[in-house]
């Protein structure tokens, strides 16, 4: 009787587990099938703004802008704007070295949410001479 429950089991996961693993196989052979489309090179470079609100990311924000700067996007065309809110002095003094731009909030009460609203509510003059801002 649990010899017989044992080997039901075992049947009802092999299928299971065949079907998973068939579907996969499945979708993967049929990938090679069709080709993706082929989109035309674009000579019109849009100009845009990256703006990384930051509170309390001291261990993050450097390979947070590093990464960013490697971009293979022109670097005239684009501008980063780190916005720090309670980062250490000398945090913020490496990020005046780098090639951003570097907003410093001073508030007594804040908050990730309050670093990532400041940007709309102060900088629509910054703003206004991109084409899309990236939050």
Same mark, same amino acid.
């Given at each position: 009787?649990? &010899?017989? !429950? *044992?080997?039901?089991?075992? +049947?009802? $996961?092999?299928? +299971?587990?065949?079907?998973?693993?068939?579907? !996969?196989? $499945?979708?993967?052979?049929?990938?090679?099938?069709?080709?993706?489309?082929?989109? /035309?090179?674009?000579?019109?470079?849009?100009?845009?703004? =990256?703006?990384?609100?930051? +509170?309390?990311?001291?261990?993050? !924000?450097?390979?947070?802008?590093? &990464?960013? $700067?490697?971009?293979?996007? /022109?670097?005239? $065309? +684009?501008?980063?704007?780190?916005?720090?809110?309670?980062?250490?002095?000398? %945090?913020?003094?490496?990020?005046?070295?780098?090639?951003? &731009?570097? *907003?410093?909030?001073?508030?007594?009460?804040?908050?990730?949410?309050?670093?990532?609203?400041?940007? &709309?509510? %102060?900088?629509?003059?910054?703003?206004?001479?991109?084409?899309?801002? =990236?939050?």
């Amino acid at each position: 009787m649990l &010899s017989e !429950i *044992i080997h039901i089991m075992e +049947y009802t $996961l092999y299928i +299971y587990l065949s079907v998973s693993v068939g579907y !996969i196989v $499945l979708f993967s052979a049929a990938s090679h099938f069709f080709k993706q489309k082929k989109y /035309p090179a674009t000579t019109v470079r849009q100009r845009f703004i =990256i703006l990384v609100p930051a +509170y309390k990311e001291d261990a993050v !924000i450097h390979a947070c802008v590093t &990464s960013v $700067l490697r971009q293979t996007y /022109p670097a005239e $065309l +684009y501008d980063l704007i780190v916005i720090s809110d309670h980062m250490r002095p000398e %945090t913020n003094a490496s990020l005046r070295k780098e090639r951003i &731009s570097l *907003i410093e909030l001073h508030e007594k009460e804040s908050s990730k949410a309050k670093a990532q609203q400041r940007p &709309s509510q %102060t900088s629509h003059t910054i703003m206004s001479s991109y084409w899309m801002p =990236i939050i």
